[in-house]
């Protein structure tokens, strides 16, 4: 016998004899079952229990049958056998994963089983090591262990022991937020290290947003700035408006950066923007987070860089620390766009020009906003002749400036019109006048033609015959200014702007008040439907405007009130919500009124104004932090005109509505608010979501006015929202049916007018 066949047969009599120790030390003692599988091992050159694998098992089965063992359940007892020399072996591997499973006594044994066994078999040695992949993986082993009904307890089994894990280790950290690290697999924010943010995601495991795939194909820069701004995102806001505000929003927008090939977010190009928008708008039930969604990132990425970014095409200015004189206050400036500019050279140069200004010279951020205006308005003329800076002929700078000075002429002539308009009188607006008001304007208007004819066929002119001219003026300058309202009477008119709201009301003693003004789905709603309306009613000024929140389709209308506050209406008070609930678009406002010489004021909850007869009381916001969701920030007014009530409760929904009418029940517990109300402004323009059944439990209307347009993309109102008035039986008035609405009340009873 040679030594190399020698060495083989100590070599397989070692393993046999590790195999045979191995099984000694098991608890299964029948010598049947420990000669059959040693011989079965042996056979198949397995020397080591750990290594049975199932499909060996499987195939025991068919060796135990050709050894005329037919018996159905002996086999199944001879196959167990193997499995429990297998699995007591491994044991000893697993002695931490064992301990940790005993540790969480918040889960069934039996779904503790269930998962030790698994992880056993897939050689995972802690719950820490528990991620997507593994959870798929258990699915898939749950598929052939499980019947199909069960499996949803079991997997839950393992999410619990997940999160079991994540609040034993978040126990063990002082840190108050643990963030996500960057890793190119899937990520499921349901095992999110920070154990509050896990708990959240646990019953939203489906919801879009909630598994990130960053091992794709894809720009490496892309996936980073992704789970960037996610990772900001995760840290700074909660469960519910993470869903709602950002992760739905932005998962959509991965998906089409992936889709179209775009590798860095801080070089995004106006056409792909555009792009994007349009696809946003084809989601079902998008709603305006998908579009903001990319100012957001640019945000984030840019205040968040270690360093300014000088080659991304948006600059936020928050970023720079500038001396605390160069800011002005009232009129924050956030950031700097070069996207409007198309020409390639043209921007670097503008983004040098700038750079130049906030690096370099001491103006003010405003005075730098400003000159980079001017800038860009000359840049965007040589984009429209197709001209970069640095290839400008003496001809095309002679053009340019021909160009300006026709600008400034008629700028020129603009201002002296304007100035015009600051003279007094330069503006009348007496509204419709009255059938006897016309009659009596042409009956004096007659009786002075009449005289004046026969002064005129006696040849002569004193200076009676003047001040009877100037007399007669004024009598007509005064009939046609007697005031168009009822002393006493309040008006309230819901007018037909659309896809808005915006509701007129004019007090017993003449004052003028407006709650919202705008429209998404009419082009210059303030212009063309609400000055016409407010001139109609002789209104020149409106004392009190209220804001709810600082969606368009509630403020447009504002803006264009106060940018034409020379040839329309002026309004002397524009009332916000408290600031920390004002977004980009209130700011914007906020500004535009100071500049228009509009006060601004802010009516915080509880905050009540009177005058006369007329109460307003703010319901609403004021507890707890500011939503993501602009809706849930909406001003609710209550309103009443004597015994008449009302309530305006702008886009208020869901947990809003829900947090409103607690307040309310408090409210009328001690006696300060009314046990049902008159009237309802429905909320959200009638959207599903909104003025749901707790609310009008509380608040039992009797009519309601609800302000949509016609055809509107929405679908408002929503069926749902109408059977619910129909149930507590309220009388509807909708713009998209009847055009504008209104109610007319003297404190005591009221009367509505539609068409």
């Not at 600031?579 to 004021?601: H, M, P, S």
């Not at 929904?653 to 429905?682: F, M, Q």
């Amino acid at each position: 016998m040679t030594m190399e066949v020698v060495n083989c047969f100590h070599e397989e009599k070692k393993n046999v004899e590790y195999l045979e120790r191995q099984i000694e030390e098991c608890p299964v003692r029948e010598k049947r079952f420990i000669k059959r599988g040693i011989e079965y091992l042996y056979l198949k050159n397995v020397y080591d229990v750990t290594e049975i694998e199932d499909s060996l098992i499987d195939s025991y089965a068919l060796w135990l049958q050709e050894h005329e063992i037919k018996d159905r359940k002996l086999i199944g007892v001879y196959q167990k056998s193997l499995r429990d020399w297998r699995m007591f072996h491994k044991q000893k591997e697993f002695v931490k994963l064992k301990e940790e499973l005993e540790e969480c006594d918040t889960v069934e044994q039996t779904l503790k089983n269930k998962v030790y066994a698994f992880m056993v078999e897939k050689k995972i040695y802690s719950l820490e090591e528990i991620d997507w992949d593994v959870r798929v993986s258990y699915e898939q082993y749950l598929e052939k262990t499980i019947n199909k009904r069960n499996r949803p307890w079991y997997l839950s089994g393992l999410d619990k022991l997940k999160l079991f894990d994540i609040k034993k280790r978040n126990n063990s950290i002082r840190e108050t937020r643990i963030r996500l690290k960057y890793q190119e697999k899937k990520i499921y924010l349901g095992y999110h290290p920070d154990y509050n943010l896990a708990k959240e995601f646990y019953y939203c495991k489906d919801a879009e947003g909630i598994i990130w795939d960053f091992s794709i194909k894809t720009s490496q820069r892309l996936k980073y700035q992704i789970f960037t701004v996610l990772n900001y995102a995760l840290g700074n806001f909660s469960e519910r408006k993470l869903r709602r505000g950002y992760l739905a929003p932005l998962h959509f927008f991965y998906v089409y950066c992936i889709d179209r090939g775009i590798s860095d977010l801080t070089q995004l190009e106006q056409n792909q923007i555009d792009e994007y928008f349009s696809k946003a708008k084809e989601v079902p039930l998008v709603n305006n987070r998908y579009p903001q969604i990319v100012d957001k990132v640019q945000r984030i990425l840019f205040l968040q860089a270690k360093d300014i970014n000088w080659d991304a095409n948006v600059w936020y200015l928050e970023r720079f620390q500038f001396d605390i004189t160069r800011y002005d206050p009232t009129r924050p400036v956030k950031r700097i766009s070069f996207l409007d500019i198309l020409d390639k050279h043209n921007r670097e140069y503008l983004k040098m020009y700038v750079k130049y200004q906030l690096s370099v010279t001491g103006a003010s951020v405003q005075n730098i906003w400003a000159r980079t205006y001017i800038t860009k308005a000359f840049l965007r003329f040589l984009d429209q002749k197709k001209l970069a800076v640095d290839k400008l002929t003496a001809g095309d700078i002679m053009q340019s400036a021909l160009w300006k000075i026709t600008e400034c002429i008629l700028l020129f002539y603009e201002k002296g019109s304007g100035l015009l308009l600051e003279l007094p009188g330069a503006r009348w607006i007496p509204g419709r006048p009255r059938l006897w008001q016309i009659a009596c304007y042409y009956g004096v208007l007659l009786f002075y033609l009449w005289r004046k004819r026969k002064e005129k066929k006696e040849g002569r002119q004193t200076g009676k015959q003047v001040v009877r001219q100037l007399v007669t003026a004024g009598i007509l300058l005064i009939l046609l200014g007697i005031p168009k309202w009822k002393r006493g009477q309040m008006e309230l008119t819901m007018l037909d702007v659309g896809q808005g709201d915006c509701f007129f009301f004019r007090d017993g003693n003449g004052k003028n008040y407006l709650i919202d003004g705008g429209s998404s789905s009419v082009d210059a709603a303030g212009r063309y439907r609400l000055e016409p309306f407010l001139k109609f009613r002789g209104v020149k000024r409106l004392d009190y405007v209220w804001v709810t929140h600082g969606d368009v389709d509630h403020l447009n209308a504002v803006e264009e009130l106060l940018e034409r506050r020379k040839y329309g209406v002026e309004i002397q008070y524009l009332i916000f919500p408290e600031q920390k609930y004002w977004d980009e678009r209130l700011i914007k406002l906020c500004n535009l009124a100071e500049e228009a010489g509009t006060k601004v004021r802010v009516m915080e909850m509880d905050t009540i104004f009177l005058s006369g007869k007329l109460k307003m009381r703010c319901l609403w916001p004021g507890e707890g932090e500011p939503s993501e969701n602009g809706n849930e920030n909406s001003l609710v007014l209550h309103l009443q005109y004597g015994k008449i009530t009302m309530l305006f409760t702008g886009d208020l929904e869901n947990t809003g509505e829900e947090l409103l009418a607690e307040r309310i029940k408090n409210l009328r517990k001690k006696g300060e608010l009314p046990a049902c109300y008159d009237l309802l402004k429905v909320g959200h323009h009638g959207s599903r979501n909104a003025t749901g059944e707790e609310l009008l439990e509380v608040i039992r209307p009797r009519a309601a006015f609800c302000s949509s347009g016609k055809e509107n993309r929405y679908g408002h109102p929503h069926a749902e929202t109408l059977e619910r008035l129909a149930k507590w039986g309220v009388s509807l008035y909708n713009t998209k049916d009847r055009g504008a609405v209104s109610m007319y009340t003297d404190g005591r009873e009221y009367g509505i007018q539609s068409p």
